[in-house]
C-alpha cells in the first residue's frame, strides 16, 4: 500500500513538472492507476484482517477522491 501510495504522490509531482499536456496527462494517469491499486490493496489489507472495515473505508474514499482529481486532471490536459 505504502509503495502503491507514494507512487501515486510521485507521479503527481512528475506530472506538474512536466511542460506538456500529453506528458502532464501521461503522468496523471499513471497516478490514477496506481490509485486503483492503493484502493485494490486496502481492500485486500481488510480481507486478510490487516486493519478494520471502518479505516479501510476512509481510506478507500480518500483514495476514490483523490482518482476523481486526477480524472479531471487528466480532462483538462487532454484536450
Do not use: W
Not at 485486500?44 to 486526477?70: K, Y
Request: proline letters at 1%; glycine letters at 8%.
Amino acid at each position: 500500500v505504502r509503495k502503491a501510495a507514494n507512487s501515486v504522490v510521485a507521479n503527481i509531482a512528475e506530472g506538474f513538472g512536466r511542460s506538456t499536456s500529453p506528458d502532464k496527462s501521461n503522468k496523471y494517469t499513471i497516478a490514477r492507476g496506481e490509485c486503483t491499486e492503493v484502493h485494490a490493496f486496502i481492500l485486500i489489507a481488510v480481507r486478510l484482517g490487516f486493519t478494520t472495515q471502518e479505516d479501510a473505508a476512509r481510506a478507500v474514499l480518500l483514495s476514490t477522491e483523490v482518482g476523481r482529481m486526477l480524472s479531471g486532471l487528466i480532462s483538462k490536459y487532454s484536450s
